[in-house]
């Protein structure tokens, strides 16, 4: 196993930096931090996004896709926290949407939210639905030509600045009283959504929200996918998406880790820098041991997905682990600037915040030990 980038990978990742600094970075700093972006900047930050070319990374090539989970968790890896969630959100649902709907509404939707020119979401949980996803409870009925969606959805990434949702829901009960699973594409444009937006602890430049679908009325031929394939659509996406979350924190943990080093060098105390104090190389040592092995880890899941062997596992660890490493990791970070570290000038607080939000998408910790355990015994504890 060879994790050195090759060279086209030190391409991306040049590419990735360099659009960062030019064209998204500049967004994010005209904007309050701790305000959620409107959607004119999210729609200048898309149209970078399209150019770099990962607004579909997990469509066909012929599709405007093509690139592998190890490539494409490279260059998310070099966008900034807020940015890469929701794109994945974005990408995420594109690739739901490309994966079951008829020819027609592909070509109706797909081009613009490739082009980064309409932005995506997926609505799956609810008030009584977080970690049980079979728990979801929005009812579509299906009537002549349309579908009507009732139900309230929460924690929607992207869902106030969004054109398109996907929403999964049930049809009702099969006859063994099991709900029948549906996904929808409700169209913002053709019936009345109520979206609002939720305060939140970290990436507040981003979008958390709760939809309300009340009656709302979409065509019928924006059922999409098979009735009940909707669970297994989002667990391919799930097992995907979390080592690329663990990247995401790790984005943050590495710039922590730079400033450490730099205060480290130039802050004397008794006498001397604090780099020349054991205990703080301790913690450096502590804090880059931390980073290269969660990196190791969502670059080994994803690397697993790309060959095309089963990853629920290994991508359930990476994100677990990552997670806490990077905010162990910042929090080590934080200790080395003293009470610099807890101001909000400095950054690494607001870091500390953002890391602390993707312990809880895509799986909570306790869920993705779950998950492994059940890879490793073959027996599920869920219930
Ligand atoms: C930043 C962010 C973005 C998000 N984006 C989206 C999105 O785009 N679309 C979307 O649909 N949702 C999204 N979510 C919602 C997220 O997926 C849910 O919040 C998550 O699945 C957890 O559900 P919950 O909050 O209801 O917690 P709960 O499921 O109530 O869990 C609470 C606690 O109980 C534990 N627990 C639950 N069941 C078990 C069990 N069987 N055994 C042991 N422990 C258990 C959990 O680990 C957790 O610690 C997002 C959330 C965040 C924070």
Redesign the pocket.
Known sequence: MNFAPTESQEMMIDAAKRMVRDRIDPVLARHPVDKPLPRAAMLEIYAALAELGITAPRLPVEVGGGLNMLDYGLILEQLPAVVS?SLT?HEGTVARIYSGCPAEIAAQYLPDLIAGRKIA?????E???????NAVRTRIRVEGDHAYLTGR???????SVCDVFNV?GTLGNDQRGRPMAQRALVDRSLCDVEVREIE?TG?QQ?H?SEVVFDEARIPRSHLIGDAGDAAKTLTVGWNGNRPLIGLMCLHMAQKAFEQAVEYAKVREQFGKPLAAHQLVQQDLAEIETLIVSARLLCYHALDTIDRGQRANGTSAMAKRYATQACERAIHLAMQVHGAMGITAELGLERLWRDTR??Q????????LA?IQGREITGIS???
């Open positions: 969630l959100s979401c997926t609505a799956n949980s008030v009584n639905a977080g970690s049980d996803s959805k929460m924690w929607i990434t992207n869902a999964s939140v990436l981003g958390l939000m993707f809880v998408p895509d799986g909570m910790n306790g869920i779950l504890a869920f219930r």
